[in-house]
């Protein structure tokens, strides 16, 4: 019986050095950073910001706050043996949120998620192949201000500004936080990249729904309206002419409804991105030609946006200016547009080791296209300095 439990024993210990032994062959990498802000607001309306974290503020509001992210990541990649990378990777949030019911601000369920995106990429001679929850495939393959502006302040307008400033005060208005397209966020997802061809690349992805997480079937009630069946594609050209970086992307995005009263969505941009020496340009263009979060008998549902920047760096500096500009028919109006104009001045400072200081001066303006409206429009500058480290 001794020499029976011996033997167990050390087959098992056998079995788990094995296995130990074939899992050391994977190379983990663990980074992390961590962006701490400081933000100024002078504003006409008040009554959402500044509010760090998303949560909705009082009606009359002190004009600075703090702001603060943080975040772990988990990189695992290694090859089988006929030669498919794969890649594994989990972003995970670490701020010291209290979660529901807490009094930090970050309660009833606006605490943030544990992570913001977990995938496994395998690659090979074919392109890549990535499944998990993470944004569609033009989130990192289209072109605009915020590629040219970089590092430099939080991206300008498509950085940080929208968390301190109230955007969204005007009744019926949709807009954008970002220079983005209408998407389906974070949730799972199947996507695929081609290999880079003659300086060509192209990408789609498809998911169920955007609160799809991969551990639920959800609603398909017509008396829910819940966006589904997500598909999205994209397409680069990359290219250098006698030291000219040039840079062009064009991406559409489509989905239906559960609610037929609800409109079918589809949107798309078109993006380009120029750089000579230490200068950038960027710009882009995106429309939404049927406006997902809109009912089929609305009217004046319009929406475009296009913005323009340039970042250029010299040494530890990054520096950049932008703008953008959004409009949106207002709903349901014979004629009208609210619109919104939103500008940058950007500047970071690196101070090697991963560790950085930046700044950055935002000027915004929304107008009700409803005479009705009109004084719930808004008018602001705000000022945000931190710092960050990343490694």
Known sequence: ?????????????????????????????IG????????????????WSPTP??????????????FQRTFIQINASDTTDNGIKWEFKVKLNADADGGPGASNGLKNGKARDASDSVTL???????????????????????????????????G?????????????ISNQRFEDGATTHDSTTSSKIQYVTPRIEGFQAGVTYNPDSITIGRFRSTDAPTQTLEKDWWA????????????????????????????????????SL????????????????RKFRDGETLSTDTNTSFTMYDVGVGYVIG???????????????????????????????????????????????????KAGNPASAKSANEGTGLISGVRVKF
């Open 157 to 169: 307008v498509d950085g940080n500004w929208a968390r301190w400033f109230n955007y969204k005060s």
């Open 32 to 47: 992390g950073g961590m962006d701490f802000q400081v933000g100024w607001t002078s504003q006409d309306r008040e009554g």
């Open 316 to 366: 530890p500096w990054a520096l950049g200016v932008s703008y953008m500009h959004e409009d949106v028919g207002t709903i349901n109006m014979p004629t009208g547009k609210d619109t919104q104009d939103t500008a940058a001045l950007s500047g970071s400072y690196n101070l090697g080791g991963g560790l950085s200081l930046y700044s950055e001066l935002f000027w915004n303006k929304d």
């Open 233 to 268: 594609g994209a397409v680069t050209y990359v290219n250098n002419f006698s030291g000219i970086d040039v840079a062009f992307s064009g991406d559409i995005e489509e989905n239906s409804n559960t609610n037929p009263q609800s409109r079918n969505g589809l949107s798309g």
């Open 121 to 155: 990429a395998l690659s090979d001679a074919w392109g890549q192949v990535i499944v998990g929850a993470d944004h569609p495939v033009y989130d990192r393959m289209t072109f605009g201000s915020g590629e040219a502006v970089g590092t430099a302040g939080t991206g």
């Open 1 to 29: 019986m001794k020499k029976s439990l011996l033997s167990t024993t050390a087959i098992v210990g056998a079995a788990l050095l094995t296995t130990q032994q074939a899992s050391a062959a994977a190379k983990v990498d």
């Open 271 to 286: 993006g380009s991105l120029i750089g000579y020496g230490d200068w950038k340009l960027g710009a882009r263009v995106s």
């Open 53 to 66: 974290g998303g949560v909705i503020g009082p009606a009359t509001e002190r004009g600075y706050s703090v």
